[in-house]
């Protein structure tokens, strides 16, 4: 339940917080990212994720937010949070990465998207991380309408059975 507070009273409990001092306020931050991310309130969890300053902790909260979004179409907040991260933050998790490519795909950013795609196979560091791009690059083809052609094999051979948003029924 939400409650909210006289403008006034929220003047002297901001007060009281910064009190605190920077690092029990960052400490505190952290805490309640957490709880909101527990609780599926991503963008509350990234406001907080954010107001820590670390940036590494930023990333961890944001790769466990964009599965809440993808799953309802959420494509805009995907991009809205991974906006404000560096295109290296980006590329280094494939969680983000896989998201804000399919993001920018659904929401018909297609030469964003192919430039970047480019980048996520040139930055992937090992096979595991280029293992989600030959789907992506399917899905830009196919919403470019690019004349792509293929048959039921490809789509099993493009089939992960760990991966929730990459897999065939």
């Not at 009281?16 to 931050?29: E, M, P, W």
């Not at 599965?67 to 404000?84: A, D, H, K, M, Y």
């Amino acid at each position: 339940r939400w409650f909210r507070y006289h403008t006034l009273y929220r003047e002297f409990l901001l007060a009281q917080l910064k009190q605190l001092g920077s690092a029990r306020i960052a400490q505190l931050h952290r805490i309640w990212s957490e709880w909101f991310v527990e609780h599926e309130r991503p963008s509350e969890a990234l406001q907080h994720a954010f107001a820590t300053a670390d940036r590494q902790w930023s990333v961890q909260v944001l790769a466990r937010c964009v599965p809440v979004w993808l799953r309802t179409g959420e494509f805009p907040e995907v991009l809205q949070w991974s906006g404000r991260l560096a295109l290296t933050e980006i590329m280094s998790c494939p969680v983000i990465r896989d998201a804000h490519l399919m993001s920018l795909i659904f929401l018909r950013h297609f030469d964003r998207a192919r430039q970047e795609l480019r980048l996520a196979g040139q930055l992937a560091r090992d096979e595991w991380e280029r293992r989600a791009l030959p789907p992506v690059q399917l899905m830009l083809e196919i919403m470019t309408d690019a004349g792509v052609q293929f048959v039921v094999p490809d789509v099993e051979a493009l089939s992960l059975p760990d991966d929730p948003y990459l897999t065939t029924n």
